[in-house]
């Protein structure tokens, strides 16, 4: 037998593991709440996004860089030499962002810590409060 599918009552279970006939309105996709909710569940996995390994690897390094400036941060802008920095572990070339300070300098941020490259091997570290860092980000969501 030929089955004909009328719109206006005769729909199908719009849930993958259904696919059943089932009378209801027109804006009715399911013919019951567990399929309803089945469907749900199934679109939350797909939707879960499955993290990179890298991306820890990364963030943990971007972590202890900024662990190493806050510590060695002074307050006085005093320049602290580049291996005090990376006989802890400091990698130079991970960082957050560049944040140009007023007098066009380019600090390198991890997060509200940031350091400025020195030409003697020494670096100078600033501290930018997160407001301008995420006011920074805004800006550029914005434009
Ligand atoms: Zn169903």
Redesign the pocket.
């Known amino acids: 037998m030929e089955s004909v599918v009328n719109d206006e009552t005769e729909r199908i279970?719009?849930?993958s593991?259904?696919?059943?006939l089932?009378d209801g309105r027109k804006d009715k996709m399911?013919?019951?709440d567990?399929?309803?909710n089945?469907a749900g569940r199934e679109k939350k996995k797909v939707a879960k996004w499955e993290e990179p390994e890298h991306f820890g690897q990364i963030n943990r390094i971007i972590m202890r860089n900024y662990q190493i400036l806050k510590r060695l941060y002074n307050g006085t802008l005093t320049p602290v030499k580049n291996w005090q920095l990376s006989d802890e572990g400091f990698e130079f070339k991970f960082m957050t962002g560049i944040y140009r300070l007023d007098e066009g300098i380019d600090i390198y941020m991890c997060y509200e810590y940031g350091w400025y490259q020195l030409s003697d091997n020494k670096i100078r570290i600033y501290s930018v409060p997160p407001l301008f860092l995420t006011g920074m980000a805004k800006v550029t969501k914005d434009g």
């Open positions: 279970c719009a849930y593991g259904c696919k059943r089932f399911y013919c019951s567990q399929c309803r089945a």
